[in-house]
């Protein structure tokens, strides 16, 4: 199957920081992307879609002021959490559609935990 | 929108037990249906999927099964293996679209 990379892979930085996290597809071109959140024990939150050359669409409730997203290439999509409180701690996962081809595949980061302290 | 329900939330087997899971969706014209399977502290990973044009589909001991009338679809597993014990996930889509809207998820535990 098609591989989609996360850097890094866990992060611990103090309140008010930024941080940037990283989602790469690796073997295929991804004109879009979706970042998720999760919760311990609960299931995925879409957070947003990342479109390629175009601003992100944000679900409803999720701060585009706080989750800065660009998708700045066909393989790379960056996540940054800015001035992060304790309460942004979770879980954050990538994913990337395999279009083309009739495929409606869709493939996950391993994940980034991001604590703050 | 979609709404997509899973049960049981935690399944408990004995290896070499078969272990089913079961979920249902609202909109008829959702037409994919992939399942994840979650290891602590990794994302989601792809193990099978289905389409609507299809009734049952499977892969070695997984095998998925749809049916589009009554609107659900079930993940079975036959002889667990205490590597099966992970966090699984149904998900509906309407394909083209790509987003899916994804179960609560399923805590499969197989003691060994």
């Known amino acids: 199957g098609a591989v989609v990379s996360q850097h890094p892979s866990w992060v611990i930085c103090k309140s008010g920081t930024s941080v940037k996290i990283e989602c790469r597809s690796l073997d295929f071109q991804a004109t879009t992307m979706f970042w998720y959140r999760q919760f311990p024990k609960q299931s995925l939150m879409l957070m947003a879609t990342?479109?390629?050359?175009?601003?992100?669409?944000?679900e409803q409730g999720v701060e585009k002021d706080k989750f800065l997203i660009n998708h700045a290439s066909l393989t790379l999509s960056t996540l940054t959490v800015t001035s992060a409180h304790p309460e942004d701690s979770s879980f954050y996962i990538c994913?990337?559609?395999?279009?083309?081809?009739?495929?409606?595949?869709?493939?996950f980061g391993p994940g980034t935990r991001l604590t703050v302290t | 929108g979609e709404n997509v329900e899973q049960h049981p939330s935690t399944l408990s087997v004995q290896e070499g037990d078969s272990a089913v899971i079961k979920c249902t969706y609202s909109?008829?014209?959702?037409?994919?249906f992939p399942w994840y399977k979650q290891e602590l502290g990794k994302g989601p990973q792809l193990i099978i999927d289905i389409r609507s044009n299809v009734g049952e589909k499977k892969d070695q001991r997984i095998a998925v099964t749809l049916n589009k009338t009554a609107k659900h679809f079930s993940l079975h597993i036959t002889e667990t293996q205490p590597e099966d014990s992970a966090v699984y996930f149904c998900a509906a889509s309407k394909g083209g679209s790509y987003i899916p809207t994804f179960g609560r998820g399923t805590s499969l535990i197989v003691h060994p």
């Open positions: 990342s479109n390629e050359g175009s601003k992100a669409t944000y």
């Open positions: 909109d008829s014209a959702s037409n994919y």
């Open positions: 994913s990337a559609p395999l279009a083309g081809g009739g495929s409606y595949e869709q493939y």
